[in-house]
């Protein structure tokens, strides 16, 4: 991944018609609703003018190369357990969250080993990968055996693991698309399918939603908005089926069900978080979104099913 390489690159070109052309139409339909049928959208618009910011500098960290694009996925990943650790108050321990620091950080150190690390082998940097959590977990948990302390550290432990596993690890899977035969396919296509579903499923549960999903853990949330969210979810492999050409049928169909199902358990998952600490939003860095956390939560589950699913079916590298 290079500028040079994304200016050659078809998928590359494909996407800046994709997204600006999508937030053209988006504007479009805002505008007719707000203006012409006099639709009170609130937030909405508020929601709509921070993507016409996001999705430009997102494009242009992907343009700039590998190397930025990998930097900018890890300092999401330190910005969003920042809020993470703010909100639960493990921030208040020094020990943990410094760990967790250190392993997000390696996250993104290990998405950078593209080349091989021993003879024989090209994948070397994906196993260091996977293996990272086992050797975090245990310094984590090595903590309160260092302080000889077992009351309250309980909470303190799982939230340290929850927030590397969750925001360093999981969502950390992002970066290795860039490794892969296919980068801007990959990578591409998950951040905008999945934010897409997003916007379906709020959509769909906004015209349609009578339904509650999980009254306990996000009240506005309607089956509604999750079968529409999922049925756009299916239909897009379709569409922009030159992302992975390689790709057949069986595949677009994971595909389809890993975004329209995914997204969807990241963004309760997270909820649950938000409504047991008793807070709304992780952040308020982004009008319209809240934090960094509230806008990666979908991807969390979507970037490692994707590139398994992929890595399984076809070489990643």
């Given at each position: 991944m290079s500028p040079s390489q994304a200016l050659q690159d078809p998928v590359f070109r494909a996407y800046l018609w994709v997204i600006f052309g999508s937030l053209g139409i988006g504007g479009m339909v805002l505008g007719f609703l707000s203006l012409g049928l006099r639709k009170e959208l609130g937030s909405?618009?508020?929601t709509y003018r921070s993507w016409l910011i996001l999705a430009p500098i997102g494009l242009a960290v992907v343009f700039a190369g590998r190397v930025p694009t990998i930097l900018g996925i890890t300092l999401l990943s330190v910005f969003g357990f920042k809020e993470f650790a703010r909100a639960s108050e493990l921030d208040r321990d020094r020990w943990i969250t410094t760990i967790v620091y250190a392993g997000i950080v390696t996250v993104?150190?290990?998405s950078?080993?593209?080349?091989p690390l021993s003879e024989g082998s090209n994948l070397e940097w994906y196993r260091c990968f996977v293996a990272l959590p086992v050797f975090v977990i245990p310094l984590i948990l090595l903590v309160p055996i260092l302080r000889n302390r077992a009351r309250g550290e309980l909470q303190r432990v799982s939230l340290g693991i929850v927030g590397f596993i969750y925001i360093g690890w999981m969502f950390g899977h992002l970066g290795c698309f860039t490794n892969s035969l296919n980068p801007y396919g990959y990578l591409l296509y998950v951040i905008f399918a999945t934010e897409l579903s997003d916007v379906a499923a709020f959509t769909f549960g906004r015209v349609f939603g009578r339904h509650p999903l999980r009254s306990e853990i996000s009240p506005k949330k309607t089956w509604e908005g999750a079968l529409g969210a999922l049925a756009i979810s299916m239909i897009l492999p379709w569409l922009l089926r030159f992302s992975f050409p390689e790709f057949g049928p069986w595949q677009l169909i994971l595909t389809g069900l890993i975004v329209g199902v995914g997204a969807q358990l990241g963004d309760l998952s997270v909820s649950m978080n938000k409504r047991d600490i008793g807070t709304k939003d992780m952040g308020g860095l982004i009008p319209g979104h809240g934090?960094?956390?509230?806008?990666?939560?979908?991807?969390?589950?979507?970037?490692p099913l994707f590139l398994h699913m992929a890595s399984y079916y076809h070489q990643l590298r």
């Open positions: 909405i618009w508020s993104g150190a290990a950078l080993l593209s080349l934090g960094i956390l509230d806008r990666i939560d979908s991807l969390i589950y979507v970037a």
